[in-house]
């Protein structure tokens, strides 16, 4: 069982930056791959950014690339994602999730299997 709890949400204007972070307990974590999803209100929920067991490859959703960056620490069993350049349309509650049966990182949302809570993103104008 893998417990996820992420912190570092909150308000920030447009072209600001904030960094998430979502701290693991139980399993291996430096075997799991790990993703960063997000829903916005009335909206389903969105690949953001997904990360190998290593930090070795790293996907982007089109929208975040270029100003998301996703990373991870395993001696500490925290990964994070680094948000630069902020929009409005950033603005949602940011699940981390974990792919305890694989190490490869994925963008298939249906492929991480455990959850963490969320933090929300409000970006504004």
């Known amino acids: 069982q893998v417990q996820l709890v992420e912190s570092g949400g909150g308000l920030v204007q447009a072209g600001g930056s904030l960094r998430v972070s979502c701290a693991a307990s139980?399993?291996?974590?430096?075997?799991?791959?790990m993703g960063w999803v997000r829903q916005a209100p009335g909206k389903e929920r969105e690949f953001v950014a997904a990360?190998?067991?290593?930090?070795?490859?790293?996907y982007y959703a089109d929208s975040v690339k270029g100003r998301f960056t996703i990373s991870r620490d395993n001696a500490k069993n925290t990964v994070y994602l680094q948000m630069t350049s902020l929009k409005p349309e950033d603005t949602a509650v940011y699940y981390c999730?974990?792919?305890?049966?694989?190490?490869?990182?994925?963008?298939?949302?249906?492929?991480?299997?455990?959850w963490g809570q969320g933090t929300q993103v409000t970006v504004s104008s």
């Open positions: 990360i190998s067991w290593g930090g070795g490859v790293t």
């Open positions: 999730a974990c792919r305890s049966g694989s190490s490869v990182a994925s963008r298939r949302i249906y492929e991480y299997n455990y």
């Open positions: 139980g399993g291996t974590f430096s075997s799991y791959a």
